[in-house]
């Protein structure tokens, strides 16, 4: 039975709100039974008020691993459309989930609107901490630090959720006490501010739990208690909350619920139920010791032993990726390039990894042509999968793109969680990490690093590959001829010598062969030069078929070549030139040009000696070939 497949679309594994819907999904795919894809890239959208450009070659490089995902394959595609550092991107995912019929619910997105959406209320969850002041502690004059003062839907909602809740209960909105952190460090500027106030306000609300840790810290600075002096709430219930002292009253968005929620709302679209535009997801009070709710108690001090072992683990993580890019920087074959991905895949609990390599790329190595590049971003049609992790697919194995890894999704043992994360250069698309996942969590943060040491260090190895053949073709074109392929003078300079010092310690015979085509002039001038192109060009071609591999085949001039070759036996010249001579024949019959074709050959060989001149050898060479040519004189119209 084919089980249903559904694809995830996030930004990174480090998000606490994003995964915790991750989470979600995964947790009720794995109820009903449906394989989940989840495609991820690690560079977040810079927050508002940070300094931070994300270049456009940044940006594609990061989206490039959507580009991934095969619609005709797919039954449910959930995204974080606000999330994706790539505007273009959210569209076409939309689009092409609406052209294929895919069903497509977005998550908590308050910017596109026209689509399904899960949205977890901003008001009843800020609403419900303020109310939670009034009614259970009888506060009244509550502060407000929000996020930013205009143009950020969920700083209006919470803004105007805490209006609204202290209206309702007849307490009049005082705008002395609402101030703006920017979801961040400005909380410290906010809360300086609050302390200067002629009163003290009874409570500091905080539109997230980031600005209540600032907000607390510099209220501890001034010496103040929390909650006794005054007491602080936040908003979100992020991991961090209980590792503070005192942990925040606070309220978590229903994340997890979201993320099943989103699988429900699409099962019920294949079975032909259409949800609602937007549905609404609630969210819990999380109460803590800010507020007195919870006692404050002494937290328990890390041992030694823990926090040596804590040191040691990112040590360890620090050693393993300064080996990983010293094995990157000494690798020479391809095949080896990802070996020192296993300890990375233990760290982070993979159960299956693959390194997936553009063919285009990889394939590369064997031949390139300098004149076309590969296009920005260019998704290959195959791939080569460059690693063995948890499966028995071949390092080398070539597998059509769609496929997304080799060897299938299949697991007789139930549902497969699979992440997808891009590999990328400056501008060109290597490939990808496909992998299959033991957990959702995971250490999002040395997971990015990973990933970008991956794609710097993979690049950088394909880049000077590619320059080295790059250099290799261009030295190919310097010592060799470009009409027939053979060496020109520069290339028989370079390796002569080298085989008549071989052919000297060897004990063999040195020939030196002098060949002239026929006639090359009277083609030329009655034929044009592309006939008198031709005949060189089929010349050479012969000349090359039958003499050693390791011969030095030289075109010197406009029809003149000279060969230099090893034998083990003095009559093997003429043997070869009396079959070039038939070869030739043999064309002329075949192909009745209006011209005969000819070629005329003289050689010498001797057994070499420290005292061989091979500028005397390459004369006495010419000077016979001139005299066969005299012999010959084959060359004649019809």
């Not at 590049?373 to 460059?386: F, G, L, N, R």
Request: net charge negative; hydrophobic share 35%.
């Amino acid at each position: 039975m084919i089980r249903k497949k559904l694809a995830v679309c996030i930004t990174g594994f480090d998000l606490d709100y994003e995964m915790d819907v991750v989470h979600g999904v995964h947790s009720r795919c794995q109820e009903l039974g449906y394989d989940l894809q989840v495609f991820f890239n690690a560079t977040h959208k810079p927050e508002r008020g940070i300094d931070l450009v994300i270049t456009d070659e940044l940006c594609n490089g990061e989206m490039s691993v959507y580009k991934l995902m095969d619609y005709d394959k797919l039954d449910g595609i959930v995204t974080f459309g606000e999330s994706l550092l790539g505007e273009d991107t959210f569209f076409d995912i939309r689009e092409k989930a609406n052209k294929h019929g895919v069903p497509f619910i977005n998550v908590d997105d308050m910017v596109h609107l026209d689509n399904k959406r899960i949205v977890l209320s901003n008001t009843y969850a800020m609403s419900s901490v303020i109310e939670h002041l009034i009614t259970v502690h009888g506060l009244r004059r509550i502060a407000f630090i929000g996020g930013f003062k205009d143009n950020n839907i969920q700083s209006e909602e919470r803004l105007a959720a805490y209006k609204a809740t202290l209206e309702k209960h007849d307490i009049p909105v005082d705008d002395s006490l609402i101030f703006f952190g920017e979801f961040w460090r400005k909380a410290v500027d906010c809360t300086e501010e609050i302390l200067k106030l002629p009163q003290l306000p009874e409570a500091i609300a905080c539109a997230n739990d980031t600005m209540a840790f600032f907000c607390m810290d510099v209220l501890k600075e001034h010496g103040y208690r929390i909650p006794e002096d005054i007491i602080v709430t936040g908003f979100d219930s992020i991991s961090e909350c209980q590792d503070y002292s005192p942990t925040p009253t606070t309220v978590k968005r229903a994340t997890f619920e979201a993320g099943k929620k989103a699988v429900d709302l699409i099962t019920d679209m294949w079975e032909g139920i259409e949800p609602e535009d937007v549905t609404y997801v609630e969210s819990i009070l999380v109460k803590g010791q800010s507020c007195g709710c919870v006692p404050i108690k002494r937290s328990e001090q890390m041992t030694y032993n823990q926090k040596k072992q804590y040191s040691l683990d990112f040590k360890e993580f620090t050693r393993y990726l300064l080996d990983m890019n010293m094995e990157f920087a000494a690798v020479e074959d391809s095949k080896e390039l990802f070996r020192s991905l296993d300890f990375g895949a233990k760290i982070f609990k993979l159960e299956k990894l693959y390194v997936c390599i553009s063919a285009d790329i990889e394939k590369s190595k064997d031949k390139i042509d300098i004149d076309k590049d590969i296009p920005p971003w260019t998704v290959p049609e195959t791939m080569v999968s460059m690693h063995q992790w948890g499966h028995d697919v071949p390092v080398g194995t070539e597998f059509e793109t769609g496929r997304l890894i080799p060897d299938g999704f299949h697991d007789e043992n139930g549902p497969v969680t699979m992440g997808f994360a891009p590999l990328y250069f400056k501008d060109l698309f290597l490939g990808y990490i496909a992998a299959k996942l033991s957990t959702i969590y995971i250490a999002g943060d040395l997971l990015a690093v990973w990933l970008q040491s991956i794609c710097n260090n993979a690049g950088s190895f394909y880049m000077n590959n590619k320059l080295k053949n790059a250099l290799g073709e261009l030295e190919i074109l310097n010592l060799h001829d470009a009409l027939t392929g053979l060496y020109n003078r520069r290339g028989m300079k370079k390796y002569e010598d080298e085989l008549l010092q071989r052919t000297l310690s060897e004990g063999r015979y040195f020939s030196v062969i002098c060949a002239d085509v026929d006639g090359l002039k009277l083609i030329n001038d009655e034929y044009g030069h592309e006939e008198g192109d031709n005949a060189i060009s089929i010349c050479s071609a012969t000349i090359e078929e039958f003499f050693p591999d390791d011969s030095i085949c030289v075109r010197t001039g406009g029809d003149e070549f000279l060969i230099m070759s090893a034998f083990d036996e003095e009559g093997e010249p003429e043997r070869i030139i009396k079959q070039i001579y038939a070869r030739i024949d043999g064309y002329n019959e075949e192909h009745r040009t209006p011209y005969k074709l000819g070629c005329s050959c003289g050689y010498v060989i001797l057994k070499p000696d420290a005292s061989t001149d091979l500028t005397a050898l390459k004369s006495e060479a010419d000077s016979r070939m001139y005299i066969e040519k005299h012999r010959r004189k084959t060359v004649r119209k019809f």
